[in-house]
């Protein structure tokens, strides 16, 4: 179960929230001021916190520039502040996400999700795997599976895949690719044996409804899963 922290000063709000995502099988946690949220943060680990700016005894910008010194845990603002500089300020200091006052609880539930999935996907590549429920990959094991199938990769297709898994959503040239590459003899490998390691990577790990190697012409390729993106 996924825990929560919910700091905002408006009780009606607050038990409001809670309600919601307790329905939605998180544990969330309230409190109504800066003290109170950094007495529960020293006392236990969670999984998200939720923020507003506007607090009774202080600002929710400056509490977690000071906090993310002493403890890792993804943030969302939830405030009222809508000016742009208040929205870029947030995300400079690093948040997931920033939604302004009114929101809907039901699209602010979809972000946590989204967030949690992320950061917990993260944690996991932290520890040498992947997993999106689809595919799945140890990497200090050499193992993998693409659904219920176990696949047989090579090493240079585990290191290819660790290199995308590592930067995901970023466009890796070839020329990365071949400055990172190696095989077995330690050689690095050339143009053409990329090009086929790719083109068998590519036939092991995806079919028609689960594309991970997005070919980005003329620059390099990209690690995003996805549907029905060109080969």
Do not use: W
């Amino acid at each position: 179960m996924k825990k929560i922290l919910l700091v905002e000063d408006d009780i009606a709000l607050s038990a409001g929230l809670c309600f919601e995502l307790e329905e939605e099988d998180y544990l969330t946690v309230a409190a109504h001021s800066l003290k109170k949220a950094g007495q529960l943060l020293e006392k236990s680990k969670f999984d998200l916190l939720l923020l507003d700016v506007d607090l009774p005894d202080g600002n929710g910008f400056t509490f977690y520039k000071e906090i993310k010194k002493r403890y890792t845990v993804p943030v969302m603002f939830l405030t009222g502040r809508k000016e742009e500089e208040d929205v870029l300020g947030g995300y400079d200091l690093g948040a997931d996400d920033y939604v302004t006052k009114p929101f809907s609880p039901s699209i602010l539930k979809r972000k946590i999700a989204v967030i949690l999935k992320r950061t917990g996907q993260n944690e996991k590549r932290d520890q040498g795997q992947y997993d999106d429920g689809y595919l799945r990959i140890d990497f200090d094991k050499m193992t993998a599976q693409r659904g219920t199938e176990t696949l047989l990769l090579t090493p240079n297709e585990y290191r290819i895949l660790k290199l995308f898994v590592e930067n995901a959503g970023r466009i890796l040239t070839r020329q990365v690719l071949l400055e990172r590459l190696y095989d077995c003899d330690d050689n690095f490998i050339d143009e053409h044996t990329l090009t086929v390691n790719m083109t068998r990577l590519r036939k092991k790990i995806e079919d028609t409804s689960h594309k991970y190697i997005q070919t980005i012409y003329g620059m390099g390729y990209l690690f995003a899963r996805g549907e029905g993106h060109e080969a």
